[in-house]
């Protein structure tokens, strides 16, 4: 099958491209950009004429709920909110039920994404046996089963000599280790950031430095260690300042920021809102602020969806007993796109956090538009105004602080190996 | 976003919290509030302003005095009351909180009184009954987690106004737990919102909320200093469990630095009236010689009580 997508503004951030150009997919590769290969007829011609052609996005944090968590969504739903969202490929945390901490559920787990053959599953495996913070898990099995990275989700890892041997291990045989930074004991109980919102609502609170404190613990351990250390879901000004020292100071370490953390803040619970009750919590005005300078200076190298779809029932509940998340698949692009625009920032830019710099954090050879590269793309309406609604997201979690919304940009076509899996009204 | 307990015409329409509840709203309360009073010194206590009304009490969280006084004032209106002690947040129970209240609604419920052990719960069920077409059902927040716990915010308010008339020249201090305090976060916006010129917290530090000072409070960690020249001194309620931890080292720590005592009361004015919500932790936070003693007006707060959870009804159901 032989594509061609014609005319459209080709943004590839990997290769520092943005022009306007066709591009010729054959053999589920890239076949060429701007110049048709010689002799070539395509089978079919997508008319990108005003689109905008990337690279298929990359998202560093998805949940799937499966195994254990069906009810709330399922790997056929999810998947197809992925493409829906030009999401071509996707890391997986640990957190399902059992915790991703042995081979057999990590292989049936990429069995069933690829019997699917939509967007790429790539789990992360659990650091420790069962999230409990006590025994570290066959990482290697596990990587032969296909996890790119280890993480502790947001479980609790208390005990820092556990840690330690953790990042040890890693280290030895080149693993990447994804850790949340949050002190478990400055935590407990607490739902939203440690200020003013939460003092009028009479919410319990996490405060700042339960980050910081946590960020700097780890920064000790990759320097003992010399492993690399990818941290996940920044949410403070504090946090990104410490982060962007680390980085001057040559620490191996890459970090990201949930697609909602850019855009809201602890005013936005409103009168309790729980669908912005968010793990880690919203912050502040001047976090928010430090978070975006934070990914326009490259100190936070990647934006994630963070996807969690939660139930209705498990929403509709006392904020505090609410379950914390919010679903992104379909998010990630217009919400990356609206964030570009607030803030000026070319396009090149913005695309580059959710396509080449995923790619990079994540190990993979994707997130670019190369010569012989998969032809996994996105084209989309950046234009095309839409509203989100329960009906218009695929993802079986409805659950959005952006319900009601009206965004820009939409997916008119979505290509895995170069196949269509997403075609978009 | 339009302040959720006001209908499209600006009026009363539930009462969950006095936080941006508008001043004249607070004053038709207290005013209401004062005929009620003296309903209940005449022989035949009960006035009809809700006859043939239904009044669920909806208590999540176990309280006598709360619901005692609500079920009083329902009845001297005329009310039907029933009260429901569900005990423990309903999620363990299998039954949700929103499936409970949509039980009583469909028994034809007018008014529910809430009391949850969760901040924002009554704002959960005023949002359903809205989101589903039942706006006419009135919500009362009767305490909700540390968030508010606006009746007891009033009867506060109707205390003072009643002993020292004008809120525009009072000294207020507010001490003890202030962090875990749904009263206090009550009384702070009432009397901000009245003009009230200065409120104090007195407290340690561990017993105060971040940025409490954005509430429009001073801070005191001296108890000397901080009672210095009031008008009103409110002792709130030292929970048994935060006595001992790590919040507080002993009870007897506590009742040496924030207790109120007759000799530290001297420090406020002369006619200065002291306040406790109840129940009170005789020599935790505050000294029997004081709780009986001539600047006490608690025992009042509570007949105060039922008469502005009268006024409360009353105004719901007539809105």
Known sequence: MKIEIRNGRVVDPGQGIDRKASLYIAAGKIAAVGEAPEGWHANRVLDAAGLIVCPGLIDASARLREPGFEYKATLESEVAAAVAGGVTRLACPPDTDPPLDEPGLVEMLKHRARSLNQAHVYPIGALTVGLKGETITEMG?????????????????????????????????????WLRPQDVHLARGGVAHDGEVATRLGLPAIPSFAE????????????????????ARLSTHDGVARVRAAK?????????????????????????????????PLRGLRDRAALRAGLADGTIDLICSDHTPVDDDAKQLPFAEAEPGATGLELLLPLTLKWAQEDGLPLVTALARITAEPARALGLAAGQLRIGDDADVCVFDPDARWIVEPAALKSQGKNTPFLGVELAGRVRYTLVGGQIVHEGA | MRNPQLNAAGRLQHLLTLEELPADIVNRILDTAVPFVSVAERDVKKVPLLRGKTVFNLFFENSTRTRTTFEIAAKRLSAD???????????????????????????????????????????????????????HIHVVNAGDGRHGHPTQGLLDLFTIRHYKHDFRRLTVAIVGDVLHSRVARSLIHGLTTLGTPEVRVIAPQTLLPTAVESLGVHVYHDMRAGLSGCDVVVMLRLQNERMKGSLLPSAGEFFKHYGLTAEKLQLAKPDAIVMHPGPMNRGVEIDSAVADGKHSVILPQVTFGIAVRMAVMSMLAGN
Not at chain 1, 212 to 231: C, K, N, P, Q, S
């Open chain 1, 248 to 280: 001057k100071a040559g620490l191996p370490v890459t970090c990201d920021v949930a697609i909602h953390h850019v855009h809201l803040c602890d005013v936005d619970i409103g009168w309790f809102n729980s669908h912005c009750h968010l793990v880690p």
């Open chain 1, 141 to 177: 099995e596990l990587t032969e089963a296909g996890c790119i990275a280890f993480s502790h989700a947001d479980a609790a890892l208390v005990d820092t000599q556990v840690m330690l041997r953790a990042l040890q291990y890693a280290a030895t045989f080149g693993y990447r280790v």
């Open chain 2, 81 to 135: 009351v029933i009260n429901l002690n569900i005990g423990v947040s309903s999620t363990t129970k299998g039954e949700t909180l929103l499936d409970t209240v949509d039980n009583l609604v469909a028994m034809n419920a007018d008014m529910f009184i809430v009391r949850h052990g969760q901040s924002g719960a009554p704002h959960l069920i005023a949002q359903h009954l809205s989101a589903t077409g039942r706006a």
């Open chain 1, 212 to 231: 910081t404190i946590a960020l700097e613990t780890i920064f000790d351990l990759v320097r003992a260690t010399g492993v690399h250390v990818h941290l």
